[in-house]
C-alpha cells in the first residue's frame, strides 16, 4: 500500500481537471476559495512551477557560480573575461525561463526589463555584457532564487505530503496495513519490528487532519508562487515606475532634441533666405530701378537691366523653390512617402534602389511621412559623402507597429549615432513620434539604419485621407556584403 499516497494524489488531479473550471468562475469569497483551493487550477500550476523551480535554481546556480569562478581564475591570461561573460549570459537566460516560470500560476503578463545592445563593435560588445544594470540584475536574481527556491520546495513538499499521506491512512487500514503516516514514496516499515495497528478511529482522524491540511497546502503553495512572482518582478522585470520613469527621460530627451533640431532648421532657413533669395532680389530691385531711369534716355540699356533682373528673379525663384524642398517636398505632400523617396533614390550619387511593401496610394501621418523622409535624406547624404558604397537600397516596410524605413549601404561602416551629429538629429525627430532609430555600422560595412515609427489608428493622414492601419507582409532580409 506504499502508493496509497500517490493514488490519493491521482483522486485530487481529477476532481481538479473536471471541476477546475467550475471553482475558478465562481466567487465565494475568501472562506470558499481557501476551502475550494485544491481543485484550483493555479493551485496545481503552483505547485508545479514550485517543484520545477528546485531544479532551475539549482542549476543556474552551479552553472553561472562555476563560470564566474573560473573566469575569475583565469582572468590573467583573459579568457576569464570570456567566461564571466558567458555567466553573465546564462544568468539572462535563466532571467527569460523564471519569467515564464512565474506566471505558470499567474497568467498576467511580465514585462522584462530593457537591455543594453549590442552594438557593432568590441567596446560596444563590452558595455552591453559588463555595464549593462540589467544583465546585473539577473545575476544577482540567480544567487537569491537558489536559497529561494529550496525553501520554497522543502515547504510544498512537507505540506503536500504530510496531508496525503494522512489521508491516506484508512486507505492503509481498509488495505489491513499496519502503518504509521508517511510521505509518498518512504517505506518507514522496519523488518523484524512490529508495526501497530491503526484502528478506524484514529484512522478517521487522520483523514480528517490530512483533509484540513489539504487547502492549507494548497493556499500555501499559491502564497509561495505569488511572493516568488514579486521577487522576479522586482528584480528581472520593469515596472510600472521605472517604465514611467524612462518614458519621462526619452520624452524629455526626444524634446531637446527636436527643439535642436527646429532652432537649427530655422537657422539654416535663416541664412539661405539672407545670402541667397534675399540677395538675388535686392540686386533685382536695383537693377528695375535703374532700368525705370533710363528707359526714356537709354532703351537699350534699360532692356539690358530688365533681362538682368528677368534672371536675377528665375535664380531667386529657384532658390526658394529648393528652400521650400527642404521643408516640404513638394512630391511628399502631393503624391506620398515611396514616390518621395523614390526621387530622392533617383537623385543620389551612389545607385540607389527602392523596396516598398507599403500599399499603393496609401497615405500616412504627416508628421510620419516627413520623419521617414528625412531619415532617407540624411541616410543618402552620408552614403555619398562619407560610406564609400558602391550600391544602397531603401526599404519602405509596413509593420505591425507602424512604418519601418531602412537603408543599407556596403560601404565601409563605422556610423555612430553621436551627440550633435546627423543621426543623432534623426534619432530624436523619430523619439518624438514614439519611435526608434537603431544603426548597426561595424567597421568595414556594411550600414544599416533602421527607423520604427507607429502609426495610430484614426491618426491624420496626408491629403488622400486619414491614415490608416498598415498590412505586415513579410520582407525579403538584406543582401551580405
Not at 512551477?49 to 573560473?70: C, K, R, Y
Not at 538682368?308 to 516640404?328: C, H, K, S, T
Request: charged share 20%.
Amino acid at each position: 500500500m506504499i502508493g496509497a499516497p500517490f493514488l490519493v494524489l491521482g483522486l485530487l488531479l481529477v476532481l481538479a481537471a473536471l471541476l477546475g473550471d467550475r471553482v475558478r468562475e465562481q466567487d465565494r469569497g475568501m472562506v470558499g476559495a481557501f476551502l475550494l483551493s485544491p481543485l484550483h487550477p493555479a493551485t496545481w500550476r503552483a505547485t508545479g512551477a514550485i517543484l520545477l523551480g528546485l531544479w532551475v535554481g539549482i542549476g543556474a546556480f552551479a552553472v553561472v557560480t562555476s563560470l564566474f569562478s573560473a573566469g575569475a581564475s583565469l582572468l590573467v591570461i583573459g579568457i576569464g573575461v570570456v567566461l564571466i561573460g558567458l555567466g553573465i549570459e546564462g544568468a539572462r537566460l535563466v532571467a527569460r525561463l523564471e519569467r515564464w516560470r512565474a506566471s505558470l500560476a499567474d497568467p498576467r503578463p511580465l514585462r522584462p526589463h530593457p537591455y543594453r545592445p549590442y552594438g557593432g563593435g568590441l567596446q560596444d560588445l563590452l558595455m552591453a555584457a559588463f555595464a549593462d544594470g540589467s544583465r546585473w540584475r539577473d545575476v544577482v536574481y540567480v544567487f537569491v532564487a537558489f536559497p529561494l527556491t529550496i525553501l520554497e520546495f522543502v515547504v510544498v513538499v512537507v505540506l503536500w505530503g504530510a496531508s496525503l499521506a494522512l489521508l491516506s491512512v484508512p486507505l492503509w487500514v481498509a488495505g489491513g496495513g499496519a502503518v504509521a503516516p508517511v510521505v509518498p514514496g518512504i517505506d518507514v516499515a522496519l523488518p523484524g519490528i512490529a508495526q501497530p495497528e491503526v484502528p478506524g478511529a484514529a484512522a478517521l482522524v487522520a483523514a480528517l487532519v490530512g483533509l484540513v491540511l489539504l487547502p492549507v497546502a494548497a493556499s500555501v503553495s499559491q502564497g509561495l508562487m505569488a511572493l516568488h512572482r514579486a521577487v522576479v518582478a522586482g528584480l528581472l522585470c520593469e515596472s510600472e515606475e521605472r517604465a514611467l520613469q524612462r518614458r519621462v527621460t526619452t520624452l524629455e530627451e526626444s524634446r531637446r532634441a527636436v527643439l535642436d533640431v527646429e532652432a537649427t532648421e530655422l537657422r539654416r532657413i535663416e541664412r539661405d533666405l539672407h545670402d541667397g533669395a534675399q540677395q538675388r532680389l535686392v540686386g533685382l530691385t536695383i537693377d528695375l530701378s535703374l532700368a525705370a531711369e533710363k528707359i526714356e534716355a537709354d532703351p537699350a540699356g534699360a532692356r539690358e537691366l530688365v533681362e538682368g533682373a528677368r534672371d536675377q528673379a528665375r535664380l531667386a525663384l529657384a532658390e526658394i523653390r529648393d528652400l521650400v524642398r527642404g521643408i516640404a517636398p513638394a512630391i511628399l505632400l502631393d503624391r506620398g512617402l515611396v514616390p518621395a523617396i523614390t526621387a530622392l533614390a533617383a537623385r543620389a550619387p551612389v545607385p540607389t534602389s527602392v523596396v516598398s511593401t507599403l500599399p499603393e496610394g496609401i497615405r500616412l501621418p504627416d508628421a510620419v511621412e516627413r520623419a521617414a523622409y528625412f531619415v532617407v535624406a540624411e541616410c543618402l547624404a552620408n552614403v555619398a559623402k562619407h560610406g564609400a558604397a558602391t550600391r544602397c537600397e531603401v526599404r519602405v516596410l509596413a509593420e505591425e507597429r507602424g512604418l519601418g524605413v531602412e537603408t543599407w549601404d556596403d560601404g565601409a561602416g563605422g556610423a555612430r549615432v553621436v551627440p550633435g551629429g546627423g543621426l543623432a538629429g534623426l534619432a530624436g525627430r523619430v523619439e518624438a513620434l514614439d519611435g526608434t532609430l537603431t544603426v548597426n555600422s561595424p567597421e568595414g560595412g556594411p550600414t544599416l539604419v533602421r527607423a520604427e515609427i507607429p502609426v495610430h489608428a484614426g491618426a491624420s493622414g496626408g491629403p488622400s485621407g486619414p491614415a490608416q492601419p498598415l498590412p505586415a507582409p513579410p520582407a525579403a532580409p538584406y543582401p551580405s556584403r
